[in-house]
């Protein structure tokens, strides 16, 4: 089975304090990406990344950043935390770029 | 631009009720449609999918029949059990990587 985890499951951070949300997938996919998922909103891209280092940005970019150093970690990185960063975090891998994506469990972010 | 668009929720039925989640889309061409579901404190997971028009995705007894002629992809389930009670994401995927999902429906199933 593919398994898709993340650093943390819950998460408290300060504002302005830099935030780092860690994803690993262990089945070799070259798509990773990651949402928020917020109330009414469903889930919004923020970036995804296609290959090792190299990355796109989303619907929502604004105030993150993406880092893929090796084919399995794709971290996202909060330079400066902020209140309306507050949400559930979601980590995903597929294949290949016409296939299912796998999710990870999630890491609920509070900021304070 | 592509998107989703899925019944409000919450939902609430009695065990063995007949469920219908509504789902309809905005895409040029040809997307591929997807059926996800979201347990209490997980992640995502694919329940059912269809790549073209008239296909019929199928899993746990859940369907959903991928509609052309009215851009539809609505979820049924003949008899619902208290175990289904999740939040459903009906998503599309067109050109590229990217993924476009609806708002989500919640479902309680109540015995």
């Known amino acids: 089975d593919v398994k898709v985890t993340q650093s943390s499951r819950y998460l408290v951070k300060r504002t302005g304090e830099k935030v780092f949300l860690e994803c690993v997938q262990d089945?070799?996919?070259?798509?990773m990406f990651w949402y928020r998922q917020d109330p009414g909103l469903g889930l919004r891209l923020i970036y995804f990344?296609?290959?090792?280092?190299?990355?796109e940005k989303g619907d929502i970019p604004e105030g993150y950043s993406v880092s893929r150093e090796k084919k399995e970690r794709f971290s996202l990185i909060l330079e400066s935390a902020s209140t309306n960063q507050t949400s559930m975090y979601l980590c995903?891998?597929?294949?290949?770029?016409?296939?299912?994506?796998?999710f990870g469990p999630g890491t609920r972010l509070t900021v304070l | 631009g592509d998107s989703v668009t899925q019944m409000e929720g919450p939902v609430t039925l009695s065990e063995e009720a007949f469920l219908t989640i509504n789902c309809t889309y905005t895409?040029?061409?040809?997307?591929?449609l997807f059926w996800y579901v979201q347990y209490p404190g997980e992640g995502l997971q694919l329940l059912l999918k269809?790549?073209?028009?008239?296909d019929k995705g199928s899993n746990k007894g859940f369907e959903a029949t991928y509609r052309k002629e009215t851009t539809s992809f609505h979820l049924e389930k003949g008899s619902v059990q208290v175990s289904d009670s999740a939040v459903y994401f009906c998503?599309?995927?067109?050109?590229?990587?990217?993924?476009?999902f609806g708002t989500g429906t919640s479902l309680t199933v109540i015995p």
């Open positions: 995903a891998s597929s294949l290949f770029v016409n296939n299912e994506q796998f």
């Open positions: 089945m070799d996919h070259e798509n």
């Open positions: 990344s296609y290959d090792v280092k190299m990355k």
């Open positions: 895409a040029t061409g040809y997307p591929s």
């Open positions: 269809a790549t073209k028009a008239d």
């Open positions: 998503a599309l995927r067109h050109t590229g990587n990217q993924f476009y």
